[in-house]
Nanobody, 123 residues
Framework: VQLQASGGGLVQAGGSLRLSCAGS????????TGWFRQAPGKEREFVAA????????YYGDFVKGRFTISRDNAKNTVYLQMNSLKPEDTAVYFC?????????????????WGQGTQVTVSS
């Protein structure tokens, strides 16, 4: 499984970005997908997850309605739409998949990871 994350960049506080995670093959209908982020000096943090069946979606507590995870099966891509961005959202964002229909928040349960895309939110 190969994952390619993209879409990061520099944005002002209050702005929006859409991250993409492109997978090889029929990755996202077979695997559950998670987005995580890691800021300098901090542990990797759960952001959102999408079960492979598409039946369930989960978000980290800090998201509070600002982010939306979605999937385009035809493009084999999972998106993370991020709105109302704050400086504390600055981090490298990673997508990851696990071979299960159960989407979970623990990094330890994901088997394949993309390379990460940098998101920087200026105040």
């Amino acid at each position: 499984v190969q994952l390619q994350a993209s879409g990061g960049g520099l944005v002002q506080a209050g702005g929006s970005l859409r991250l993409s995670c492109a997978g090889s093959g029929r990755t996202f209908t077979t695997y559950s997908t998670g987005w995580f982020r890691q800021a300098p000096g901090k542990e990797r943090e759960f952001v959102a997850a999408f079960a492979s069946s598409g039946s369930r979606v989960y978000y980290g507590d800090f998201v509070k309605g600002r982010f939306t995870i979605s999937r385009d099966n035809a493009k084999n891509t999972v998106y993370l739409q991020m709105n109302s961005l704050k400086p504390e959202d600055t981090a490298v964002y990673f997508c990851a998949v696990r071979p299960s229909d159960t989407a979970v928040s623990s990094t330890a349960h994901y088997d394949y990871w993309g390379q990460g895309t940098q998101v920087t939110v200026s105040s």
